[in-house]
């Protein structure tokens, strides 16, 4: 099984670019040959082209759940810096309440030179052991100055952190900006090719799963297909139990949610977004992308699944399911789909891991 490495958010933009310019490309050589007798491209050709362009948007899907989480953390970190450079500012206004006292003590002792006090005392004893204790006071005003500039590094330090990570929360947001621009450019033209087909032709396409296989069903429950959906096939019950009991039991009661993209529940998921919701419920806590989640667990090979596996599909590891026993799936397929059960080859797998 090929081993796979999360891709650098820097590179991601370029990488989807380059995709979805090829994928227009190839819509465009479909929907465009005046000289044929029917411009309009077959439901097959449709389909195809639907396939690559939600790929793409679950790529690019999976890029804007990265960055939200990363941005999220970037938001927290910043927050901490802002505490504890309020913490440092407000020490340092104690000091310098202590500095500004002492300094209007010396002022309303005239600055007296110490030769000339002891020269003028009427009890030259008594002056001295007084001396010994201003030695002391000043002693102590040089520790408190002391104290009060090192803070003063500290705060600049925590100044500048702070300004730095807000910079890296206001680039985060705009890579999830990006992410989103992407995101519904590659819908908009998955709709645009469905608006090429009649009714009939449209309902066969969207009832077909990825990958062609079809017959993969949306029902609201297990062993539904769903209004207007043929039934899945019948699989046999495989048992579990322990964590992946709980996992497994989640994502089957999410079936007929809808998919939307950067959703993490209840109401609806994206694919990530399903299986960690489903794992959080067994109380395992998994990362939010599938470049992450491939790393979160064993690594299992496709013939040795066991049910609450977690399944990625395509070389980009851009989609990821949950394995539920009898050779099938619960995922969340694509914008327009809903949560369903699918056969677990029913797109080509790129890797498999158990969390628990």
């Known amino acids: 099984m090929a081993s796979h490495r999360k891709p650098r958010v820097g590179h991601l933009a370029a990488r989807t670019a380059f995709t ?75 000091l ?52 009060f500039t090192a803070q003063q590094g500290t705060l600049r330090r925590q100044q500048a952190a702070v300004a730095a990570g807000l910079a890296a929360l206001q680039a985060q947001r705009q890579r999830i900006a990006a992410a989103k621009k992407r995101i519904t450019t590659e819908l908009a033209a998955a709709q645009r090719l469905l608006d090429t087909l009649d009714p009939a032709q449209r309902a066969t ?4 799963g990825p990958g062609g296989t079809g017959g993969s069903g949306t029902g609201a429950g297990k062993g539904s297909g769903g209004a207007g959906r043929p039934a899945p096939p019948s699989y046999p019950t495989v048992p579990v139990s322990g964590r992946a009991a709980a996992a497994v039991a989640f994502a089957e009661a999410q079936i007929g949610k809808p998919y939307v993209w950067g959703a993490t529940g209840p109401g609806s998921f994206d694919c990530s977004g399903l299986t960690q919701a489903a794992w959080r419920a067994a109380g395992v806590s998994l990362p939010r992308t599938t470049y992450q989640q491939i790393n979160a667990g064993k690594r299992v090979s496709a013939s040795r699944l066991q049910p609450g596996d977690l399944v990625f599909y395509y070389s980009g590891i851009t989609h990821v399911a949950i394995y539920v026993g009898g050779g099938r799936i619960v995922h969340a397929p694509h914008p327009g789909a809903a949560v369903e059960y699918a056969p677990v080859g029913e797109m080509p797998i790129s890797g498999a891991v158990r969390p628990a």
């Not at 929907?31 to 389909?47: M, N, T, W």
């Not at 690559?52 to 989480?69: H, I, M, N, S």
């Not at 001396?131 to 100055?145: K, N, P, T, Y």
């Not at 396409?205 to 077909?208: G, I, L, R, T």
Request: hydrophobic share 40%.
């Open 96 to 147: 310098r309440t202590r500095l500004g006292a002492m300094a209007a003590a010396e002022y309303r002792e005239g600055g007296m030179d110490p030769t000339l006090r002891l020269l003028t005392s009427a009890h030259p004893d008594d002056y001295l052991q007084l001396a010994g204790s201003l030695d002391q006071v000043s002693a102590a005003q040089q520790q408190i100055l002391d104290r």
């Open 20 to 94: 979805l310019v090829t994928a227009t490309a190839a819509t465009v050589s479909v929907l465009s040959h005046p000289g044929q007798a029917d411009p309009r491209p077959s439901p097959e050709q449709v389909k195809g082209q639907l396939d690559l362009l939600y790929q793409q948007a679950e790529r690019a899907t999976q890029d804007y759940d990265g960055a939200v989480a990363q941005a999220a953390a970037l938001q927290r970190q910043a927050a901490q810096l802002q505490e504890q450079a309020a913490r440092t500012d407000a020490a340092m206004d104690g």
């Open 205 to 208: 396409v969207q009832q077909d």
